[in-house]
């Protein structure tokens, strides 16, 4: 079992910026894979980035390309998503997501992802 806790979401304003942070606790060698997804009301929840064990690797949506970046600390086992400016657009529940899980489902850059966080809110205004 992979356990997933983030932070950093908040309000911010049109062209502003955030970091997201999650951290890994528990069984983590077995998740080589990790991402930032989001989930906006009404819609379906969509992959936003993704990087490997070495950090080496890295792909993003590209909605959000030159705008967000995503990179990892292994010692710390935390993954974070630099959010640079940002847009309305942007404002939606946040969650982080691993790898390596048996029941894993959700596909998203060559991964299965299936381990997830309770997700961190992100609320851009005008």
């Known amino acids: 079992q992979v356990q997933l806790v983030e932070s950093g979401g908040g309000s911010v304003q049109a062209g502003g910026s955030l970091r997201l942070s999650c951290v890994a606790s528990?069984?983590?060698?077995?998740?080589?894979?990790m991402a930032w997804f989001r989930q906006a009301p009404g819609k379906e929840r969509e992959g936003v980035a993704r990087?490997?064990?070495?950090?080496?690797?890295?792909s993003y949506a590209n909605s959000v390309k030159g705008r967000f970046t995503i990179s990892r600390d292994n010692a710390k086992k935390t993954v974070y998503l630099q959010m640079n400016s940002l847009k309305p657009e942007d404002t939606a529940m946040y969650y982080c997501?691993?790898?390596?899980?048996?029941?894993?489902?959700?596909?998203?850059?060559?991964?299965?992802?299936?381990?997830w966080g309770q997700g961190t809110q992100v609320t851009v205004s005008s």
């Open positions: 528990g069984y983590t060698s077995s998740s080589s894979c």
């Open positions: 997501a691993a790898d390596g899980s048996p029941y894993g489902s959700t596909w998203y850059s060559g991964c299965v992802f299936g381990y």
């Open positions: 990087i490997n064990l070495s950090g080496g690797y890295t």
